[in-house]
């Protein structure tokens, strides 16, 4: 999106990035991409425009961001059959994620599996429900961020699950696996391959919303889990895996 936004407005790419991490510092998180509308050179650039004939100016922007979300948006194998198999041996499913719910929710609503979940936490958002971001009645907000052992904890207290019979599935071994270890829940790694990670994140961290201590903190974490010799209490390359994991855990 960046690429196509400085090729319509002649705007160098490196100060559209430094404004776009600045806006998402500013929103802690780097999922608005109508965050575009806001950034300083865009408003230089069209004073006496309105944000709706901003976006049609930027339309090709848009339409690219979206088509690449929706090219990209997709399940991992396995995903659908274990939501299944879960669902059909009457084993509570519960979200939790670090996104607000126009983000977190809505990708789970777009990959058409949003019904499996009896409740999903997300975080504050400051976006207000609208008709085009309407709030979900499985939504919950959650005050704090991963790995705060206490959320997951309240998580559990509140949908009246046991701490030593809940499984938490996640793919961070700095947030979700320390979270769960501090918790005292078992724990299942998605130790999945990213096609192209270093890059991409290196890309991710040009517009993070991250502060300087946020990625000290990330590091600290890293620390702590290492320094400690953590290890998950089952580790997958497939999420399919949780079937057999589960099954075993629970004796089906």
Same mark, same amino acid.
């Given at each position: 999106m $960046?690429?196509?936004?400085?090729?319509?407005?002649?705007?160098n790419?490196?100060?559209?990035?430094?404004?776009?991490?600045?806006?998402?510092?500013?929103?802690?998180?780097?999922?608005?991409?109508?965050?575009?509308l806001l950034?300083?050179?865009i408003k230089?650039?069209?004073?006496?425009?309105?944000?709706?004939?901003?976006? +049609?100016?930027?339309?090709?922007?848009?339409?690219?961001?979206?088509?690449?979300?929706?090219?990209?948006?997709?399940?991992?194998p396995? $995903?659908?059959?274990t939501l299944?198999?879960l669902?059909?041996?009457?084993?509570?499913?519960?979200?939790?994620?670090?996104?607000?719910?126009?983000?977190?929710?809505y990708?789970?609503?777009?990959?058409?599996?949003?019904?499996?979940?009896?409740? $999903?936490? $997300?975080?504050?958002?400051?976006?207000?429900?609208?008709?085009?971001?309407?709030?979900?009645?499985?939504?919950c907000?959650v005050?704090? +961020?991963?790995?705060?052992?206490?959320?997951?904890?309240?998580?559990?207290?509140?949908?009246?699950?046991?701490?030593?019979?809940?499984?938490?599935?996640?793919?961070?071994?700095?947030?979700?696996?320390?979270?769960?270890?501090?918790?005292?829940?078992?724990?299942?790694?998605?130790?999945f391959?990213?096609?192209?990670?270093?890059?991409?994140?290196?890309?991710?961290?040009?517009i993070?919303h991250?502060s300087?201590?946020?990625?000290?903190?990330?590091?600290?974490? +890293?620390?702590?889990?290492?320094?400690?010799?953590?290890?998950?209490?089952?580790?997958?390359?497939?999420?399919?895996e949780?079937?057999?994991?589960?099954?075993?855990?629970? +004796?089906?």
């Open positions: $960046v690429d196509e936004v400085s090729s319509i407005t002649n705007i790419k490196d100060i559209l990035l430094y404004e776009y991490k600045m806006i998402n510092m500013a929103m802690g998180s780097v999922e608005y991409p109508f965050a575009t950034l300083p050179s230089k650039l069209y004073p006496d425009n309105t944000d709706i004939e901003i976006q +049609k100016k930027l339309d090709s922007a848009f339409h690219k961001f979206n088509s690449k979300r929706k090219k990209l948006l997709k399940l991992y396995g $995903v659908k059959e299944y198999f669902l059909d041996n009457h084993i509570t499913i519960i979200g939790y994620t670090d996104s607000a719910e126009e983000n977190g929710f990708r789970l609503r777009k990959l058409g599996i949003d019904n499996f979940f009896k409740k $999903v936490y $997300v975080s504050d958002s400051l976006y207000k429900p609208t008709d085009l971001i309407p709030k979900s009645s499985k939504t907000i005050h704090g +961020k991963k790995p705060n052992a206490n959320i997951l904890k309240t998580i559990c207290s509140n949908e009246n699950i046991n701490l030593n019979e809940a499984i938490y599935v996640g793919d961070s071994i700095s947030k979700d696996m320390l979270m769960a270890k501090y918790a005292g829940v078992q724990s299942i790694w998605c130790n391959q990213k096609s192209n990670g270093k890059k991409l994140y290196d890309k991710l961290v040009a993070s991250w300087n201590q946020d990625f000290q903190n990330e590091e600290k974490y +890293k620390n702590e889990w290492l320094s400690n010799g953590y290890i998950p209490d089952y580790t997958i390359t497939n999420f399919s949780c079937m057999d994991i589960i099954s075993r855990i629970n +004796k089906l």
